[in-house]
């Protein structure tokens, strides 16, 4: 299996509901390193998996609603709680539409899985996995 990483990262704001998350229930800020892989079991053509510079507008481009955001006011986001986790499946979503609809510089159908992996501290991270078909 190939893959291709592309890394960026955002700063936001946010609050969580319920006893579990003890002083993270009152608004606090986190910055989050974003990383991207991208999986084919094959190279196209051109030898890449897809290509970066794209993979890299595209995450660009997912993230900048986000960045220096208060995510409880985030529309697609109200009502939920913004943990590492969910963020890493919403990413992931959107990250797949980018990818389903070939806008990758390579057919989306060649390519096999996407993870999302967001560290919240060097001690610290979580991710979120899944095949594109």
């Known amino acids: 299996m190939f893959a291709v990483e592309v890394r960026d990262h955002i700063m936001v704001a946010h609050s969580f509901r319920g006893a579990v998350f003890g002083p993270a229930q009152a608004l606090h800020g986190a910055t989050f390193v974003v990383d991207v892989a991208i999986f084919a079991e094959r190279l196209d053509v051109n030898g890449i998996v ?16 986000l ?31 980018c990818a389903r609809a070939g806008s990758l510089g390579r057919d989306g159908r060649e390519l096999m899985a996407i993870r999302v992996t967001l560290s919240e501290s060097h001690v610290a991270r979580a991710w979120y996995e899944a095949p594109l078909w």
Not at 50 to 65: H, S
Not at 69 to 82: A, Q, Y
Request: charged fraction near 25%; aromatic fraction near 8%.
């Open 50 to 65: 897809v290509d970066i510079g794209r993979a890299l507008e595209c995450l660009k481009a997912i993230l900048a609603p």
């Open 67 to 97: 960045n220096y955001r208060n995510l409880d006011e985030v529309p697609d986001m109200k009502g939920s709680n913004t943990t590492t986790e969910f963020l890493t499946k919403y990413i992931f979503d959107q990250l797949a539409i």
